[in-house]
C-alpha cells in the first residue's frame, strides 16, 4: 500500500509524551507540523525544538487565521476538552479534526507488525526496552514510547523495519471518541504487564478498566500473541472474558508455578521449568523492573529475537528519563526524579532504591498531581506506599481539594507538607545530608523542583 501524501498537521497538546511522539513521527514521514500546548516544559519541549516544530504557547482560536491557517487536519490530544477555545473555533469552522491513536492508526501503524504494551505500570520502561532489543538485534524497529529512553535520545522514530513498539495506554481516546487509546493499535504482539484502579476521572471502578483491556485483546489476530503477567488476577479476568490468541504467561520465580516464564531475584529466567538464561547485569533498580525485562525478552522472542541476544542488549540497557533517574549530586547528597503518582508505582519505586542505597535515607518528594491523585481516590493507601522512605515531603497546593497531611499521619513526625513550593524546598534542604537520597515524584514539571533543590544544596539561593 502506497504511503499516504503529506499533509499539513496542528497538533493539541503537542507537548503530552504520546502527542510530542506522535509528531516526531509526523514530522520524519515528510508531513509539515505545528503545534499548541499550555504549561510546557522538558523533555517535550525540547525534543521538539530540536526537530524544528514551531510550538505555540496556549490555545487561542486566532491559530486558525495565523499559524494553523493553512493545516489539513488538526489531531486533538485527549487533554483537550470542550470547551478549549481553539478546539471550538475548529467545531464552528468545520476544519477537519482526529485523535492523536486514530492518526497514528492510519498514517503510520497500518501493514506494520505492531508490539504494544499495555498496563497499569511499567508501560514507558517496558516499551522502551522492547524496541531497544529489537534495536540491538538489528531489525530498526520504529517506536513510540511515553518517555525518552537514554539510549535513543528520543520518545519516537520511525524505523525502517516492520516492526514497530508502542507504548500502548488505556487513558480515553480524545474527546469525541472514549475509547482507550489501544484499541487503535491492533497490535500482533501484546504485552499485558498489569492492572488495577487508576484513572479515578473516566473510570468508576475496576470492572470498567478491564473491560477496555477485553476491548483491546478482542483486537488481537488468531496468529498473534498476548504476553501476560501471569500472577496477576485482574489480567487473568480479562483473559477468562474471551481470548483468541496465542498466550503466554511470566511471572517471579516460585509465584506461579503456572507461568511459562519466570525471573528469579539473581535475573536467572527459565521457560518451562528449564534455564534460559541469566540477566545478571543490569542497570535498573527493582524487582518490578525484572518482570518488566522478562515481558520484553518474551514479546522480543515473538518476533524473533533469540533470548540470549535479548539479555545481552538489557544488559546495555540504561534505562529512561525520569525513571529514577540520577538528576545530580550536592555534597554527598543524590537527587532523583521518578514519575511515579500512583500508591503502587510510589511503593515499587521507594522499595527499588531501598534495594540499592541500603541503610542510606531515603526523602521522598512527592506531588499528586495525576487525575486520581487529585480526587483522592487513592489517599488511604498514600501512607503505606511511602512507608519504607525515611522522611516524606508532599506537595499540598490550596487546589488540591483533600488535605495530605491527614493522609500521612500514620507516618507520623517523619512526614510534612507544604501548600507552597518554595516552602516545601525550605523544609526539604534543611532536612538533608550527606549519604541522603531525595526521591521527586511527580508526573508532571513539578515546578522545576530538581534544579532548585540542587542550587539551594550546593549552596546558590
Request: neutral net charge; charged residues 20%.
Amino acid at each position: 500500500m502506497s504511503a499516504p501524501p503529506p499533509m499539513r498537521l496542528h497538533v493539541l497538546g503537542i507537548c503530552g509524551t504520546f502527542m510530542g511522539g506522535l509528531a516526531a513521527l509526523a514530522r520524519a514521514a515528510g508531513h509539515a507540523v505545528t503545534g499548541c500546548d499550555a504549561n510546557v516544559y522538558p523533555p517535550m519541549s525540547t525534543q521538539l525544538a530540536a526537530l524544528g516544530i514551531a510550538l505555540t504557547e496556549g490555545f487561542d482560536a486566532a491559530q486558525l487565521e495565523s499559524v494553523a491557517a493553512d493545516a489539513d487536519v488538526f489531531v486533538v490530544g485527549n487533554a483537550i476538552s470542550r470547551g478549549n477555545p481553539l478546539l471550538e473555533a475548529i467545531l464552528d469552522t468545520g476544519r477537519a479534526y482526529t485523535s492523536g491513536p486514530q492518526w497514528l492508526a492510519e498514517n503510520v501503524l497500518r501493514d506494520k507488525w505492531v508490539l504494544a504494551v499495555a498496563g497499569t505500570h511499567g508501560k514507558t520502561t517496558t516499551t522502551a526496552m522492547l524496541a531497544w532489543i529489537l534495536d540491538s538485534a538489528g531489525l530498526e524497529p520504529g517506536f513510540l514510547i511515553g518517555g525518552v529512553p537514554t539510549d535513543f535520545g528520543a520518545s519516537a522514530r520511525l524505523g525502517r523495519a516492520p516492526f514497530f513498539v508502542i507504548e500502548a495506554d488505556e487513558y480515553d481516546t480524545a474527546f469525541c471518541d472514549k475509547r482507550s487509546k489501544f484499541v487503535h493499535y491492533r497490535p500482533r504482539t501484546a504485552v499485558l504487564n498489569n492492572l488495577e484502579y487508576d484513572h479515578a476521572d473516566i473510570f468508576a471502578d475496576l470492572a470498567a478498566i478491564e473491560t477496555q483491556f477485553h476491548h483491546f485483546v478482542r483486537t488481537i489476530p488468531r496468529s498473534g500473541r498476548i504476553v501476560v503477567n501471569g500472577d496477576d488476577a485482574s489480567l487473568e479476568r480479562v483473559l477468562a472474558r474471551g481470548c483468541w490468541s496465542e498466550v503466554e504467561r511470566f511471572g517471579f520465580a516460585g509465584v506461579n508455578r503456572k507461568a511459562d516464564w519466570s525471573i528469579a531475584g539473581d535475573g536467572a529466567i527459565a521457560h518451562g521449568g528449564e534455564a534460559s538464561g541469566v540477566l545478571d547485569r543490569f542497570a535498573l533498580m527493582g524487582a518490578h523492573n525484572r518482570m518488566n525485562a522478562l515481558a520484553a525478552i518474551v514479546a522480543a522472542r515473538h518476533a524473533g529475537v533469540p533470548v540470549a541476544e535479548s539479555i545481552a542488549a538489557l544488559q546495555r540497557f540504561q534505562g529512561v528519563k525520569r525513571r529514577l533517574e540520577v538528576r545530580g549530586r550536592v555534597r554527598g547528597i543524590t537527587v532523583y526524579d521518578d514519575f511515579a503518582h500512583h500508591p503502587t508505582a510510589i511503593a515499587a519505586t521507594v522499595e527499588a532504591l531501598r534495594g540499592e542505597v541500603g541503610a542510606g535515607r531515603i526523602l521522598a518528594v512527592l506531588e499528586p498531581r495525576s487525575n486520581t491523585m487529585k480526587l483522592g481516590t487513592m489517599k488511604a493507601a498514600l501512607a503505606p506506599s511511602l512507608a519504607a522512605a525515611d522522611l516524606v515531603f508532599c506537595y499540598a497546593p490550596a487546589n488540591l481539594g483533600w488535605n495530605p497531611a491527614d493522609a500521612l499521619k500514620a507516618l507520623g513526625d517523619r512526614a510534612q507538607s507544604r501548600g507552597d513550593l518554595a516552602q516545601l524546598i525550605d523544609a526539604i534542604v534543611p532536612s538533608a545530608r550527606p549519604g541522603d537520597h531525595i526521591l521527586v515524584m511527580s508526573n508532571g514539571g513539578f515546578g522545576g523542583i530538581h534544579d532548585r533543590l540542587l542550587a539551594r544544596l550546593s549552596g546558590a539561593r
